[in-house]
């Protein structure tokens, strides 16, 4: 083998593995963008689905990975999230996300156009680039580089397309994160708290302490209210009247509207205050 020929080929095989090594990146962030597409549970849920979903996604060749960029990942403007499901009876802290991105018509068959040549270019380099050239020549070293030039340059626009995409996602995510450390989602979503200062009573923490405490009791028994107090301070402590802008725990019955209610005369005159699940 002449010295220019082994150059020209030495130079073609570099290339192409410097191709392949970029192929598998984007077959990476692909994976990663599609694992976390979409989700649906409890928070306690959420290590394991995402460690599953990643796990399904481990053995998935390209092809099937634009297939799904293509069919649920890129939307049209005009896609509607799925309703969510309700959640399992008794569960409180229930989320739903979903991540797509959306776009005009025109700009989902360039993506289709761009995502589907990926793939085509990529098995013809991988299962034809011999067959195509004849890498015993010069001439036809040349000419693979060429097709490799141009699997480059589609392989650089996906690249772009994906990158960009991943760091719009991630700074979504950045954003929700930050939002989930605040007081205000923690008022909210623990305790029912509104910013504005009103209380959204079935998702509040003192309903949920109030009606935890009525379980001791056989269902559909009335509730003492200061024995259930007793056993909030015990047991929830951090759930008072005050944090939902009421005097007392009579009050929060009341303004609930969460419960049923009687007072119970007692001998020493004075009544007891006994409530219940609606």
Known sequence: MDSELEASRSALFLRLGRS?????????????????????GTVEQFETWMSERHADYATNTLGTLVNELLELYLVSESYEAQEAPDPPEGTHIYFRFENVVTMEDARLLEMRGLFKGLVSARNDIVHHLVERFPLKTVEG?????????????????VWDEL???????????????EFVKSPEFHNYLMDGILADGSVHWELSG???ALRNAAKSRAEGDWMPLDVAVAW??????????????????????RKSQAFEAKLEPQSDGSTLLLYRSK
């Open 206 to 208: 003192i309903v949920r």
């Open 141 to 157: 070293c040349s000419a693979a580089h060429a097709g490799l030039a141009a699997f480059e340059s589609t392989l650089g626009k």
């Open 232 to 253: 909030i301070r015990r047991e929830d402590p951090l759930q008072i009247p005050s944090r939902y802008f009421c005097k007392n725990y009579r009050q929060v019955i």
């Open 20 to 40: 392949l090594v970029r192929v598998q990146s984007v077959e990476l962030l692909l994976k990663r963008l599609l694992a976390s597409r979409s989700f649906g």
């Open 163 to 177: 990158n960009g995409w991943a760091e719009a996602r991630d700074k979504a995510s950045q954003v929700h994160a």
